[in-house]
């Protein structure tokens, strides 16, 4: 495991919470690094991302205007700040990053390096 992420935990709806990744185990720099997240019963879906030099970033439409994610270059870190929070943010949150510029920065496929995962839950 490549990657370090942790802040997940259980929160009512509308609460926050604030995820970190550390990527200084990665044996390559990154390009972009992103969140993905998982929920019971679902496939992997695609949440934020960041260019790790330029920062520009990306995001689902469903998370847009809550969510903010953002990277220390200095420490080596990704976070993901999450805010009004809904039980359909429910899911176990993975960090990921690529080395190479990807042709779609929303495909898990094309990232090379994962976090354990971290859980979020949402009580409703």
């Known amino acids: 495991v490549q990657l370090q992420a942790s802040g997940g935990g259980l929160v009512q709806a509308g609460e926050s919470l604030r995820l970190s990744c550390t990527v200084s185990?990665?044996?390559?720099?990154?390009?972009?690094t992103a969140w993905f997240r998982q929920a019971p019963g679902k496939e992997r879906e695609f949440v934020a991302a960041?260019?790790?030099?330029?920062?520009?970033?990306f995001y689902t439409d469903a998370v847009k205007g809550r969510f903010t994610i953002s990277r220390d270059r200095a420490k080596n870190t990704v976070s993901l700040q999450m805010n009004n929070l809904n039980a359909e943010d429910t899911a176990i949150y993975y960090c990921?990053?690529?080395?190479?510029?990807?042709?779609?920065?929303?495909?898990?496929?094309?990232?090379?390096?994962w976090g354990q995962g971290t859980q979020v839950t949402v009580s409703s």
């Open positions: 990921a990053a690529s080395k190479s510029v990807l042709s779609s920065i929303r495909d898990d496929r094309q990232y090379g390096a």
């Open positions: 185990r990665l044996t390559f720099s990154p390009t972009q």
């Open positions: 960041i260019r790790w030099n330029g920062g520009h970033t």
